[in-house]
């Protein structure tokens, strides 16, 4: 649909652009015909008659196909009006306004309080607004900015951890100096990130996209019984690896392989705290001694693959333990 639209957008772009050209052309011949006569049309009524009467229709057919420009320029001013209108509405609505800055991701102040962004939880897939379901998003008010209407909701997001944590819908950071939408209060920082590190009842859903043919795993997510408590003693170093500086990194969403019988395991993997606030995205690739890692889509550099090697092996036997 969003083709379509661009098709038809482009079409009627090029319409008014050649409808405008032409009608420049036949205003400029309507002046010539009723503005520049020769002596013997000065002297021929009837020629003067003819001329002046073509005249009139080129300017006619001239300005005619200038409405479709200056209809289309109306409509574009109605609507941006109207947008200005709404955005304004929208703005003076909300109750509880946190005015930041073109900085914000870096940190901002709300209640206060300095809160800055929390890199490790950057996968924020699991969360979801409270009033859609068993949710752990409840939006207290929305970031705004002092020059325009633009906002982003701002949430507190619902955690076991004792600590005020928030989020910020943001469509996403990737490629960029950041990427975590998720903050805490700067004094606090440490106490969460222990706190994670050291809370039980990790839980992860697994889809084996290269699992064998006669089972239902390679289409369908599976909760493990066995939780993911004793991988966080190298979950949580490699995520800090990977996610505490992004500036230089790209996300790359890992590769889709079409033909699995080039891939000896192809595994994604969704690991998260009981309270659904911290969750790491894996997909892992093996290619006989070759191994391929994606931690929240970002693809991790072959030296840290390394480093990491016989834990990351050691997850798959343990996954295909449990599911075969």
């Given at each position: 649909?969003?083709?379509?639209?661009?098709?038809?957008?482009?079409?009627?772009?090029?319409?008014?652009?050649?409808?405008?050209?032409?009608?420049?052309?036949?205003?400029?011949?309507?002046?010539?015909?009723?503005?520049?006569?020769?002596?013997?049309?000065?002297?021929?009524?009837?020629?003067?008659?003819?001329?002046?009467?073509?005249?009139?229709?080129?300017?006619?057919?001239?300005?005619?196909?200038?409405?479709?420009?200056?209809?289309?320029?109306?409509?574009?001013?109605?609507?941006?009006?109207?947008?200005?209108?709404?955005?304004?509405?929208?703005?003076?609505?909300?109750?509880?306004?946190?005015?930041?800055?073109?900085?914000?991701?870096?940190?901002?102040?709300?209640?206060?309080?300095?809160?800055?962004?929390?890199?490790?939880?950057?996968?924020?897939?699991?969360?979801?607004?409270?009033?859609?379901?068993?949710?752990?998003?409840?939006?207290?008010?929305?970031?705004?900015?002092?020059?325009?209407?633009?906002?982003?909701?701002?949430?507190?997001?619902?955690?076991?951890?004792?600590?005020?944590?928030?989020?910020?819908?943001?469509?996403?950071?990737?490629?960029?100096?950041?990427?975590?939408?998720?903050?805490?209060?700067?004094?606090?920082?440490?106490?969460?990130?222990?706190?994670?590190?050291?809370?039980?009842?990790?839980?992860?859903?697994?889809?084996?996209?290269?699992?064998?043919?006669?089972?239902?795993?390679?289409?369908?997510?599976?909760?493990?019984?066995?939780?993911?408590?004793?991988?966080?003693?190298?979950?949580?170093p490699l995520c800090h690896e990977v996610l505490d500086d992004v500036a230089n990194k790209k996300?790359?969403?890992?590769?889709?392989?079409?033909?699995?019988?080039?891939?000896?395991?192809?595994?994604?993997?969704?690991?998260?705290?009981?309270?659904?606030?911290?969750?790491?995205?894996?997909?892992?690739?093996?290619?006989?001694?070759?191994?391929?890692?994606?931690?929240?889509?970002?693809?991790?550099?072959?030296?840290?693959?390394?480093?990491?090697?016989?834990?990351?092996?050691?997850?798959?036997?343990?996954?295909?333990?449990?599911?075969?």
């Open positions: 649909m969003a083709g379509i639209s661009v098709l038809m957008l482009g079409f009627w772009l090029t319409l008014i652009i050649s409808a405008s050209a032409l009608g420049v052309i036949f205003f400029i011949v309507s002046m010539v015909l009723l503005l520049i006569k020769s002596k013997k049309e000065r002297l021929n009524q009837k020629k003067s008659k003819i001329r002046k009467t073509i005249g009139i229709i080129f300017l006619v057919l001239g300005i005619g196909l200038q409405l479709s420009l200056g209809l289309t320029w109306l409509l574009g001013a109605f609507s941006a009006q109207k947008r200005e209108v709404v955005e304004k509405a929208k703005w003076e609505s909300i109750e509880n306004k946190v005015l930041v800055d073109k900085n914000w991701p870096k940190g901002f102040t709300y209640n206060g309080d300095e809160l800055i962004p929390v890199p490790i939880f950057s996968n924020s897939d699991n969360y979801s607004i409270v009033s859609e379901g068993n949710g752990n998003l409840t939006q207290i008010g929305s970031l705004v900015f002092s020059e325009d209407y633009y906002t982003n909701n701002f949430y507190q997001l619902v955690n076991n951890s004792g600590f005020d944590l928030y989020y910020v819908w943001k469509e996403s950071f990737a490629n960029g100096e950041h990427y975590s939408c998720t903050f805490v209060k700067k004094e606090d920082f440490d106490a969460v990130l222990d706190y994670y590190n050291q809370a039980t009842g990790y839980t992860a859903s697994v889809l084996w996209e290269s699992a064998p043919d006669e089972t239902a795993y390679s289409s369908a997510w599976t909760y493990l019984e066995q939780p993911m408590d004793d991988k966080l003693v190298w979950l949580i996300t790359s969403g890992a590769p889709l392989y079409n033909n699995m019988d080039y891939c000896d395991d192809y595994m994604n993997l969704n690991i998260a705290s009981k309270d659904a606030a911290f969750t790491i995205g894996i997909c892992l690739y093996t290619q006989g001694e070759n191994l391929l890692l994606y931690l929240n889509d970002y693809k991790v550099e072959d030296e840290i693959v390394d480093q990491y090697r016989e834990q990351i092996l050691e997850l798959i036997a343990q996954v295909k333990a449990e599911m075969l």
